[in-house]
């Protein structure tokens, strides 16, 4: 058991696949769980924590969204000690097949996201002592992976904007550390046509996807004070590749 005891943690796209597997592990260890997400169901997952459990339907893209987030954050549980900037989209397509409105999605929820949760994360986080952000990124963002250049390059950002947001909040009391899964069993997933997914899955040296559950393990262990000297970390989590 990690001691969540009394931290307050935010789950973004929480509603689904790894989100909500990390917002259930938080919750058994223990913390009070905001989860956030454009899809309703977050509110289920919420309601089952019971009075530790919060919804707030969110748009990770919309910085209006990320100030009433950190309200009702404050009003119900009174402080943030967690961000997990987990929410993300992919759509696979080439460089030459990727049009504007494409790249903008990429970029508003897997980039713009993550920057505008850290900034408002932290302005809360200083005031109360510190915490923990963990971005969600991938191995994408570690290997050339074709066929993905939007989201890839989205994710090579957060990865780069992980360890420039780790060194200015060193001394704040603020770890700011990111993971890159490989290929886990989400409906993500479902984005990529059969025969990607076979090529995909036969690069993986054990031979089988990652679980919600392995990530989500990954990630409380991250936030809690048992990583407390980490920050700017890149952690992979993909059955060996690499
Ligand atoms: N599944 C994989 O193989 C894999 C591999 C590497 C990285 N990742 C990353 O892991 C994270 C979680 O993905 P997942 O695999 O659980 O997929 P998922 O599709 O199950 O979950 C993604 C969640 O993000 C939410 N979301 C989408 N747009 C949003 C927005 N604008 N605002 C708020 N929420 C939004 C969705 O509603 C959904 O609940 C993502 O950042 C993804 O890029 C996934």
Known sequence: ???MQGKVVIVTGAASGQGAAEAKLFAEHGAKVVVTDIDERGEDIAASFGSSGHFV???????????????????????IDVLVNNAGVFKPATLMETDVTLWQLHYRVNQLGVFLGMRAASEVMVKTGGGAII??????????????????????????????????????GIRVNSIYPGIIDTPMLGQNSAEQLTHYKSMIP?????TPDEVAR???????????YITGGEVT??????
């Not at 054990?206 to 990652?210: D, F, I, N």
């Not at 989590?237 to 690499?242: A, K, L, M, Q, V």
């Open 1 to 3: 058991m990690r001691n």
């Open 57 to 79: 339907r969110h748009d990770v893209g919309d910085e209006g969204g990320w100030a009433e987030v950190m309200r009702q954050t404050l009003d119900r549980f009174e402080r």
């Open 135 to 172: 971005n969600v990124c991938s191995n994408a963002a570690l290997n050339n992976v074709p066929g993905m250049f939007a989201y890839a390059s989205t994710k090579w950002a957060v990865r780069g904007m992980t360890k420039l947001a780790a060194s200015e909040f060193a001394t704040l």
């Open 206 to 210: 054990m031979q089988r996807l990652g």
């Open 218 to 228: 990954l990630v409380l262990f991250l936030a809690s004070d048992d990583a407390s």
């Open 237 to 242: 989590i993909d059955g060996g590749i690499g």
